[in-house]
């Protein structure tokens, strides 16, 4: 059993949220060790350094993310109010999606399992203090 009111737990639930800037995209058609190869390069990175960076990386996850941590500034500048060049990378993760399954055909009536994996990846900002 919960304790107390159900107006009161759910103050408590939100008293307790994470205030921060984020964004997230989900099923993105990329796997996850892939996405993480581009975030690992960008964690703790103030935004304009990331931006470069992702600007520049061949990869093809660096355009999905360069355009969810977009996302996330213009999150921190119009909801937080929070100023451009104080913004950094605080948190950039991806977690592992649905897979989808398909089938190709091989020799002698054989077939391969094909998987296009999916992730989903999340990016936090944070101020300078």
């Known amino acids: 059993m919960a304790k107390g009111h159900r107006s009161q737990i759910k103050r408590e639930r939100n008293a307790q949220k994470d205030t921060r800037p984020s964004a ?20 703790g990175k103030d935004v304009a350094t990331a931006l470069g960076i992702l600007e520049y990386n061949p990869r093809y996850a660096s355009s999905l993310i360069k355009k ?11 909801n937080n ?15 592992k999606g649905p897979t989808m399954k398909r089938i190709h055909p091989r020799a002698q009536g054989r077939a391969y399992r094909i998987e296009k994996r999916m992730s989903h990846i999340t990016v936090v900002l944070d101020e300078k203090k």
């Open 68 to 78: 969810l941590l977009e996302s996330a500034i213009a999150n921190a500048e119009n």
């Open 24 to 43: 997230k995209l989900s099923y993105a058609r990329v796997s996850v060790q892939k996405a993480c190869f581009v975030l690992d390069a960008i964690r």
């Open 81 to 95: 109010g929070m100023n451009r060049e104080n913004l950094y990378v605080a948190e950039c993760y991806a977690n």
